[in-house]
C-alpha cells in the first residue's frame, strides 16, 4: 500500500478509535486522528512483522484500530486532564 493509502486508511482507523473511545482529548479531534493515523501505522506494521496476517487480511483493520486506541490512550494518559477554559473567566 502507498503512503497515501496508509495516510487514508490511517484516517478512518483514527475516526474509529475516536468513535471507540468517546471523550475529551487534550488536543482535540485532529490530534486524535493524527494519533489514530500513527497509531494505524504502528499497529499494521507490527502485525505483519510478528506474522499474524498478510496485507490484504481484513483482520489488519482491527490491528490497526488496537493500535490506534493503545496510542490514542497512551497519549491521554501522558497529556493529563483536558483543559475545559479558563477559570477565571477572563
Known amino acids: 500500500m502507498s503512503i497515501l493509502g496508509w495516510i487514508l486508511f490511517g484516517l ?3 475516526v474509529v478509535a475516536k468513535l471507540l ?4 482529548d487534550p488536543g482535540g479531534m485532529i490530534v486524535t486522528i493524527l494519533l ?11 502485525g ?7 496485507e490484504a487480511d481484513p483482520v489488519g ?3 490497526a484500530v ?3 486506541i ?5 497519549f491521554r494518559k ?13
Open 12 to 14: 478512518v482507523v483514527g
Open 36 to 46: 489514530g493515523i500513527g497509531g494505524a501505522l504502528v499497529g499494521g506494521f507490527l
Open 66 to 68: 488496537m493500535g490506534a
Open 70 to 74: 493503545l496510542v490514542v490512550f497512551v
Open 61 to 63: 483493520f482491527l490491528m
Open 21 to 24: 473511545m468517546p471523550g475529551r
Open 78 to 90: 501522558l497529556s493529563g486532564p483536558p483543559r475545559v477554559g479558563l477559570k477565571d473567566g477572563s
Open 48 to 54: 505483519r512483522m510478528l506474522g499474524w496476517y498478510e
